[in-house]
C-alpha cells in the first residue's frame, strides 16, 4: 500500500482526531495486533466474541503507532496517533475502497459454491505470465478479508483478482462496491450453504451479487451449462455475458477432455480458434476452473 496521510484518513473515514500527529503517515492497516508493525494502522474490529480495542496498547507495543477507535473513552498510549470513527469496520472498508479507486487497472471478482479458489489461483497464474497480478492470499475471501486483500494493491499492480466467498444473503454485497470488478465470475451454484439459506434459489441470489456493481463495459463470466447460472444470459441488456462449459456452444467451449493423475488435457474451441490446453490439475471437475483461465487468458490477449 502507498503511503497516506493521517489528514487523508480523517477525510475518508469521516473520522475525528482524538490525539496525535496530522502530518504522520501510514503504509498498511492491520486488524490484528499481533501482526501490526511500524507505520500500520491498527483497526480493532468489534466482533461477536471479542473486542479489538482490548489491544490497542498491543499494537503500539509491536510498533504501530496509529489507531481507529469506536470507544471515546479508552486509555491510549500518549505516543499513539488515535483517530475515532462511527464505525471501526465500516471505516477500514472506506480505506480499502480508496486504495482500490487509486488505481485504473482490470479487477476479477470471482465466487461460486466450489471451484473458487483454484479458479482464481488458474486465472492469477495465467495472467501473471505477463502482468504483475495481485491475488486473494488463503482464505481472505469475506468482509474482513477482502479489504486486506485491497490493502495489498500497489502501483505497480497491473491486475487484480479477488476471490469473494459468502455464507447469507448480503454478504458478497456487504464488499463489491470496494471490489468494483470489471469482470465478474460465477463457477456454479452448488449447495453449499443451503442449511442457512434454505434454497438453491437463494444460493444462486446469493452469488450473483457479484454481478452488482458492473455496468454496460462489465462482463458476467458464468458457467453456462449451470442451470441457475442459464438465467443470466436474460441480462444480456445490461452487461456482457459470457459463458464456459462442456454443452452446447459457450464463449469457451471444451471437448474432447480426458483426465489422468498426471492431470487434464482438453480441446478448446473459442470464437474461431481450437485449440489443445494440458493442466497439471487432475479431476474433471476441474475443467470449468480450466476454462476460465483460458477464457480470460484470451481476453486479456495471452492466448494468441
Not at 503500539?60 to 477507535?69: E, H, I, P, V
Not at 488505481?103 to 483454484?118: E, F, L, M, Q, R
Not at 474432447?256 to 487432475?282: C, D, I
Request: glycine share 8%; aromatic share 8%; charged share 20%.
Amino acid at each position: 500500500m502507498e503511503s497516506i496521510s493521517i489528514d487523508e484518513i480523517l477525510h475518508i473515514t469521516q473520522g475525528e482526531l482524538l490525539q496525535g500527529n496530522r502530518s504522520m503517515a501510514i503504509a498498511n492497516v492491520a486488524i490484528d495486533s499481533r501482526k501490526a508493525t511500524g507505520n500500520d494502522l491498527y483497526v480493532p474490529i468489534i466482533g461477536e466474541t471479542n473486542n479489538g480495542h482490548n489491544y490497542i496498547s498491543q499494537a503500539f507495543l509491536n510498533g504501530s503507532r496509529a489507531c481507529l477507535t469506536e470507544e471515546r473513552n479508552h486509555s491510549f498510549p500518549a505516543e499513539m496517533t488515535v483517530i475515532q470513527v462511527a464505525s471501526t469496520l465500516a471505516a477500514m472498508k472506506a480505506l480499502a475502497g480508496f486504495n482500490r479507486h487509486r488505481y485504473s487497472i482490470p479487477v476479477i471478482a470471482i465466487t461460486g459454491s466450489s471451484g473458487k479458489t483454484t479458479t482464481k489461483d488458474l486465472v492469477a497464474s495465467v495472467l501473471s505470465q505477463r502482468y504483475h497480478t495481485l491475488k486473494t492470499e488463503g482464505n481472505f475471501n469475506n468482509e474482513y478479508g477482502i479489504p486486506q486483500t485491497l490493502f495489498n494493491l500497489e502501483a505497480d499492480h497491473q491486475m487484480a483478482v479477488i476471490e469473494m466467498g459468502m455464507d447469507h444473503l448480503g454478504d458478497i454485497s456487504k464488499s463489491i462496491a470496494l471490489v468494483d470488478p470489471d469482470i465478474s465470475v460465477i463457477t456454479n451454484v452448488g449447495l453449499s450453504h443451503i442449511e442457512r439459506l434454505k434454497s438453491q434459489e437463494n444460493i444462486y441470489r446469493a452469488k450473483k451479487e457479484i454481478l452488482q456493481r458492473l455496468t454496460s463495459d462489465g462482463i458476467a463470466y458464468v458457467n453456462g451449462d449451470d442451470a441457475f447460472l442459464k438465467k443470466i444470459n436474460n441480462e444480456k441488456n445490461r452487461y456482457q455475458v459470457k459463458t464456459f462449459g462442456l454443452q452446447g456452444e459457450h464463449s469457451v467451449t471444451a471437448f474432447n477432455y480426458s483426465s489422468s493423475q498426471a492431470g487434464l488435457e482438453m480441446q478448446v474451441k473459442w470464437e474461431h480458434r481450437n485449440e489443445v490446453f494440458t493442466f497439471y490439475y487432475p479431476g474433471e471437475h476441474n475443467i470449468y476452473n480450466c476454462l476460465v483461465a483460458i477464457g480470460l487468458g484470451y481476453f486479456y490477449a495471452l492466448t494468441q
